[in-house]
């Protein structure tokens, strides 16, 4: 895709410090890390999100992450991993290009994570239900 930031990293017309080039995977460090570390995982086809990928991607993208995820916590002396998935805008998917984040942690960093809450009385079972009917939907 001509219009695609990570796209152009791939085809080689932007820099990036790649970690790992394989046939169908690329992965390079994030150019704004939430840590020294922070790696992003792409697949070198073009897909835009998580919901827009087929299950044979996703298999092929996860599949080097034992490795790299290894690798990362121990050329950062880190404690722990994160891996994650931004899908979507709102989620805060920046580049339209589906990416995994391996962010590097420390304890000595004060993790951040989301803020918790609870479901009121009756939510989550209405919840879980509308989500059962939803499956049901999908192909």
Not at 63 to 68: A, D, F, G, Q, Y
Request: some cysteine; aromatic content about 2%; glycine content about 6%.
């Amino acid at each position: 895709m001509s219009d695609c930031l990570f796209c152009e990293i791939i085809q080689g017309t932007l820099p990036a410090n790649k970690v790992l080039d394989e046939t169908d995977i690329l992965a390079f460090l994030d150019i704004r890390p939430i840590h020294a570390g922070h790696t992003l995982v792409v697949l070198k086809k073009h897909t835009e999100n998580l919901l827009t990928t087929s299950a044979e991607d996703l298999r092929t993208l996860v599949s080097v992450l034992p490795k790299l995820c290894q690798a990362i916590q121990k050329a950062m002396a880190a404690d722990g991993i994160n891996v994650g998935i931004n899908s979507g805008q709102s989620a805060g998917q920046i580049v339209p290009h589906l990416h995994l984040h391996i962010i590097p942690r420390r304890a000595s960093a004060g993790a951040r994570h989301w803020e918790r809450g609870e479901y009121a009385d009756g939510e989550s079972a209405k919840t879980a239900e509308a989500i059962r009917q939803a499956l049901k939907n999908l192909p």
